[in-house]
């Protein structure tokens, strides 16, 4: 739930684009990503059919997978295990 309440209103904060209710919640935010914000976002996006559809969207596995890099080295350590 917070996760999706992050990308969504980070979306919305770096695109300009998409809802205006909760660009207007977002608009009172000093840009720290407090408990109170958060629950004000996940509300707003449970209740709000376009933030839910970016929310599904944006947590999908297929997109976390795609944000992550293609090759990650494995450790010192276990590259010179033999």
């Not at 990503?33 to 999908?60: G, W, Y």
């Not at 997978?65 to 450790?75: E, K, N, Q």
């Amino acid at each position: 739930r917070s996760l999706g309440a992050l990308l969504v209103a980070r979306r919305i904060r770096t695109t300009g684009r998409g809802c205006g209710e909760l660009a207007a919640i977002l608009d009172g935010c000093d840009g720290h990503f407090t408990v109170l914000m958060c629950k004000r976002i996940a509300r707003h996006i449970e209740s709000c059919p376009t933030c839910n559809d970016d929310r599904q969207r944006l947590v999908s596995p297929v997109a976390l997978l795609g944000a992550t890099p293609a090759f990650i080295p494995a450790p010192g350590w276990l590259r010179n295990a033999r």
